[in-house]
């Protein structure tokens, strides 16, 4: 099972300045298969990148995927007051799932 | 619109069994693999289970195999979990979500339903 470790823990930062989260994984990760996800307080997850760099429908282009193999990053260039919650990296490989534990972006 | 509300979540003590549901709408359900994920309280997310669109597949996390059953209806648009000698630290909410078309990500998602595992 490929685990999934997400850094930082915690990232604070202010509105307007630019997050970047990491994300890697102890093997590489199969056909690119690597989404970021981001969850808010009592709601459901809501999927931003999917394939390490492409953007859901109706994600900002202020959030950005890249990286290869096993390591990767979700950058949000400017960040707004509602960006602030808990980010997921995700993947898929040999039927099945895992995701990291998750980095929390507070406000400074 | 595509909606997925789940039910069935409840308080069981150690040992028992539960079944939650899915239903789905807003979407041709059965083309699509759907998943349980869940997140224990405080904690991040763990996939569960996948089932293809015609049930045919189906996958496991190592920590439910042998207890979980998957299972889905495409004649009612229902997604079923089967959960049969729970455990305390099953306690979660548990969300039901699609797959992108033809993908290994997670498009959409219900709401959540709480599983209490206590005695």
């Known amino acids: 099972e490929i685990v999934l470790t997400q850094s930082p823990g915690t990232l604070s930062l202010s509105p307007g300045e630019r997050a970047t989260l990491s994300c890697r994984a102890s093997?590489?990760?199969?056909?690119?298969?690597l989404a970021w996800y981001q969850q808010k307080p009592d709601q459901a997850p809501r999927l931003l990148i999917y394939?390490?760099?492409s953007r859901a429908t109706g994600i900002p282009d202020r959030f950005s995927g890249s990286g290869s193999g096993t390591d990767f990053t979700l950058t949000i260039s400017r960040l707004e007051p509602e960006d602030f919650a808990v980010y997921y990296c995700?993947?898929?490989?040999?039927?099945?799932?895992?995701f990291g534990q998750g980095t929390k972006l507070e406000i400074k | 619109e595509v909606q997925l509300v789940e039910s069935g979540g409840d308080l069981v003590q150690p040992g028992g069994s539960l079944r939650l549901s899915c239903a789905a709408s807003?979407?041709?359900?059965?083309?699509?693999?759907m998943n349980w994920v869940r997140q224990a309280p405080g904690k991040g997310l763990e996939w569960v289970s996948y089932?293809?669109?015609?049930?045919?597949?189906?996958s496991y996390a190592d920590s439910v195999k042998g207890r979980f059953t998957i299972s889905r209806d495409n004649a009612k648009d229902s997604l079923y979990l089967q959960m049969n000698s729970l455990r305390a630290e099953d306690t979660a909410v548990y969300y039901c979500?699609?797959?992108?078309?033809?993908?290994?990500?997670?498009?959409?998602w219900g709401q959540g339903t709480l599983v209490t595992v206590s005695s």
């Open positions: 089932i293809s669109g015609g049930g045919r597949t189906t």
């Open positions: 394939g390490v760099s």
């Open positions: 093997q590489s990760v199969s056909s690119s298969y």
């Open positions: 979500a699609r797959n992108t078309p033809g993908s290994p990500y997670f498009e959409y």
């Open positions: 807003g979407f041709t359900f059965s083309t699509y693999t």
């Open positions: 995700q993947q898929y490989g040999s039927s099945s799932y895992t």
